[in-house]
């Protein structure tokens, strides 16, 4: 259940927008909502048409607890229709049904919102037809188009929209978001720091490949520091198995990384900016061994690495040379 108070953290500009247009009774009659995944459009959208529909609001504030409310949470609102991709695009059909439904009356008020999930999935059919839509607009009718990439959508369209940009989120942002949504605290602090996606973190979370990997970024500096000789079996035998795409090792890398970054964080007593918060012990270990200089340079070694793995230069290469910088 989201609130505009949880919405002015997670999207402030565009938060303060919708809000507003409540407040001075200006709902446009329709919005693209522009934003990575993960950015909170969806839940934005919702929240928006309860406002719409809600009849204790206080504010722009929905009251969660009327019919209204409890059915736009069900997906059961009567007049609040969701059109999305059927199959890879959004046919002209489907906009075609939407206008008939449009057509009678709202069945328990004369307001009708309807939310356009992938709009950019239109077909050039279906965009004309929404376009036609769109230019004889009843007064009582809200539309929210959303999308990943605006650049595709008819410029047609586009302007006839009020345009609100959806902000990558903020890691600290992201961080608390996850801790409510159940993350452990430290997982919640290493999964911010590597994505600004929430639904990319929340599916981290739960996956078991990048908890195997977050153990071996682990068990590779407990191998370079006590047992720098097995560094390279250890790549070859445990390392690069789990990490087979390139874009797997990449997410490996930028682990490891996160974990340079926490050493010097901990040399420097930024106690507040540690990732891996659970791992104190480890990382005590870690700064005995190496130096602020050292940790800078390794910090170099992988950011080096990370670039060949993108021009394709051989993964096992570039972990073995990694492996051989790092050594202790
Ligand atoms: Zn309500």
Redesign the pocket.
Known sequence: MQTWQDMKQLQPLAAQMLVNSFKKDRISHAYLFQGDRGTGKKEMSLLFA?SIF????NGAE?????R??HRIDSGNHPDLHWIEPDGQSIKKDQILHLQKEFTYTGLESNRKVYIIVDAEKMTVNASNRLLKFLEEPSRQTTAMLLTESGATILDTIRSRCQLLAFQPLQAHVIEKKLVEEGVSNSNARLLAALTNNMTEALEMNEDEWFANARKLVIQLIEVLQNKPNEGLLFINHQWMPHFKERTQLQRGLDVLMLWFQDMIHQLLDREDSIVFTSEKEKLNQSVMRWSRQSAARGLSSILEAKRKINQNVHPNLVMEQLTLQLQR
């Not at 929905?62 to 009327?66: D, I, S, V």
């Open positions: 309860k809600c009849k204790n609001k929905p009251c969660q607890n009327c209204d409310c």
